[in-house]
């Protein structure tokens, strides 16, 4: 991992880190159990289509559970912070994967023209009108062609994962290449929207 750092010319902290319960909430993943922390944290930004997206990606430890039913769970993460003041709640994950850190956002799964991606993936969102401008034909063809993480998008926060495995070295260098190509993918009416706040609109100042 430090030389993975070392590589991307990011940094790296590999000691416990327990403040990223604090970092990003309601992500679904860093409120769950407790003794909770971040550790093998690596830090830096990459850029797509010219904006910068803000990375962290590592390890995660929490546990639940006591006695003989404590369990102590490890699971490896990328959390991109998008380059826009505000964007929709979105869950992707495939179907079969939904674990007990997954966890719905209170709506009904959207069905898209695809019914192979709508058999293979769940989406949900309050959103319906982002859900279908995020997930268009390209992008539905690119979640079909490679082996996808769960998604999860809060404010301006992007969580991927893999269920609950973690990943070696090689592992963290593909989800960082499949994260460049899924923002790459975010269409430009959906970018321009998502420049201004609810409520906004392009003519405000």
């Given at each position: 991992m430090a030389r993975l750092a070392g590589d991307l010319s990011?940094?790296?902290?590999?000691?416990?880190?327990?403040?990223?319960?604090?970092?990003?909430?309601?992500?679904?993943?860093?409120?769950?159990?407790?003794?909770?922390?971040?550790?093998?944290?690596?830090?830096?930004?990459?850029?797509?289509?010219?904006?910068?997206?803000?990375?962290?990606?590592?390890?995660?430890?929490?546990?639940?559970?006591?006695?003989?039913?404590?369990?102590?769970?490890?699971?490896?993460?990328?959390?991109?912070?998008?380059?826009?003041?505000?964007?929709p709640d979105l869950n992707i994950h495939r179907e079969g994967l939904f674990d007990n850190v997954v966890q719905a956002i209170g709506f009904a799964d959207i069905d898209f023209e695809s019914a192979e991606f709508s058999r293979k993936y769940s989406v949900q969102s309050p959103d319906r009108r982002f859900a279908y401008a995020l997930i268009h034909p390209r992008m539905i063809e690119y979640f079909l062609q490679v082996q996808a993480p769960a998604v999860r998008i809060h404010d301006r926060h992007v969580l991927l994962r893999e269920g609950l495995s973690r990943w070696d070295p090689d592992g963290f260098r593909r989800q960082l290449a499949w994260a460049r190509q899924f923002f790459g993918l975010w269409p430009d009416n959906v970018t321009e929207q998502l420049q201004y706040k609810p409520g906004e609109g392009a003519g405000t100042p």
């Open positions: 990011w940094r790296f902290w590999p000691n416990d880190d327990a403040s990223i319960s604090d970092q990003y909430p309601k992500l679904g993943l860093f409120d769950h159990g407790r003794q909770r922390y971040a550790y093998n944290t690596l830090t830096g930004t990459i850029q797509v289509a010219g904006r910068s997206y803000d990375v962290q990606m590592g390890d995660y430890r929490y546990t639940e559970g006591s006695g003989k039913n404590q369990h102590t769970y490890r699971v490896s993460y990328l959390v991109a912070t998008v380059p826009f003041p505000f964007v």
